[in-house]
């Protein structure tokens, strides 16, 4: 034992690392940056009416009507700058009463802290919206 206990103190001693029991467990997920993504809401706004208001800020952006034809659209997009766009998309989608932000991607460990919710027709209260799956196209949701 005396000597086990002397090795020990001499790889201290040298800067070793001494090997130690390693766990089963498998390791948390990185805590590193954590992705986001853009998040367009209001409260009580069915699905519908959210994709055509935000249909009608991008296209009021660069210029054109709500009835404006694709061609009309990709003419206008080819031409207009994509920061005055968004910028004005911005502030058309606040002047309808949305809020713009980002909301963190989905891991794993997500699904196990809420319901996942997909297709739905009117989106839930933004504080109790933990995550965004887009790939799924739905969200994890506290109860």
Do not use: H
Not at 48 to 74: F, H, K, N, Q, S
Not at 109 to 123: I, R
């Amino acid at each position: 034992m005396r000597k086990i206990s002397a090795v020990l103190a001499i790889l201290a001693l040298a800067g070793c690392e001494v090997p130690t029991k390693t766990s089963t467990t498998p390791a948390p997920e990185a805590t590193g940056p954590v992705a986001t993504t853009p998040f367009t809401w209001k409260g009580n706004t069915p699905r519908a009416t959210r994709a055509t208001d935000i249909y009608e800020c991008e296209v009021a952006g660069r210029g054109l009507p709500p009835t404006a034809t694709p061609e009309m659209i990709e003419a206008a997009t080819a031409v207009t700058d994509p920061a005055d766009v968004a910028v004005f998309v911005s502030r058309c989608l606040a002047n309808k009463g949305y809020v713009q932000t980002e909301l963190p991607v989905c891991t794993s460990n997500d699904y196990l802290a809420g319901e996942f919710m997909q297709g739905m027709d009117v989106l839930p209260p933004l504080e109790r919206i933990r995550c965004l799956d887009p790939v799924a196209r739905g969200m994890i949701v506290q109860a």
